[in-house]
């Protein structure tokens, strides 16, 4: 596979699986070079070390981007699995209210808000005196993603292992309550995390309902690296292209979205009231229609 074919199926991928995409990258790279440096001894300071976020203001301050870097970096490969899993999931139920360029300004946001809300509580709250810890994951960015969805669909149905149908907003209060009561843990910086996550989704939502976007910015700047990087012969013939393809504005895509999934929580209702024999053939030919989109 060529880098051009690498670069169309990446531009051509839903939002969430880019997203893993990126976080693959990061592993299999970060993985590569802490072994060449280990095997070499260049240095006792390993490479993820330096994409990590860590809790000391003055190491921050000469590492600063690790606040963006650590919430696509993960040291272990359950770690890896278990997170892409869930934004794998949680990906799919965003997009079905929200655009893709909402999920990954929440993604930023969220890792954004859970590094601040970590940093600030290892050096201001007197359990952490003294403690230096390094962050890296993208936990707090996925949480921002479980809590906004949850604020949209608090009745969607999720179908949990061992467990049955769980309410999408009793998922979202039990993972934030699990993250509350384990701030003392040893993980105590990735459950912190969490919570500034989960604040990142919640004022998210709320504002948005206000017609305050504040993920604009984000979502502005990853609009300008993309285009910078992006070659101008690509642009024009992209322009081109698009004079023969209607493309709708985030507010329609939201409404169409929104009626997709009122439709949705009509038939699951059904379902659950009646069973799947229930429905007519234009429900269920409804129902196979929105599980494509998604």
Known sequence: MTLNEIKHKFSISKPYTQLIYINIAFFIIVAIVNIVVTLGSFRSVGFSDV??????????????????????????????FFNMICLYWFGQLFLMSFTGKQLIGIYILGGILGGVVYMLSYNYIPFFEGKISLLSGASASIMAIIVATAL????????????????????????????????????????????????????????????INIIKPINYIISAIV????????????????????????????????????????????????????????????????????
Do not use: C
């Open 152 to 211: 949209d669909m608090p009745n969607m149905p999720i179908r949990l292992l061992l467990v049955g149908s769980v309410k999408l907003k009793w998922l979202a209060v039990v993972t934030v309550l699990i993250s509350v009561l384990g701030i003392t843990s040893n993980n105590a910086g990735g459950e912190i995390a969490h919570i500034g996550g989960a604040l990142a989704g919640w004022l998210w939502f709320v504002l948005l309902k206000r017609n």
């Open 51 to 80: 994409l990590q976020l860590s809790s000391d203001f003055r190491l921050f301050t000469k590492h600063f981007w690790t606040i963006i870097s650590y919430m696509f970096v993960h040291i272990s490969l359950l770690h890896l």
């Open 227 to 294: 285009n910078f990087f992006s070659s101008k012969p690509r642009l024009k013939k992209d322009r081109r292209r698009a004079k023969y393809h209607y493309v709708k504005s985030d507010e329609q895509y939201n409404m169409e979205q929104k009626q997709n999934n009122r439709n949705l929580d009509a038939i699951l209702d059904k379902i659950r009231q009646s069973g799947y024999n229930s429905l007519t053939e234009d429900e269920k030919k409804q129902l196979f229609d929105i599980s494509r989109k998604i």
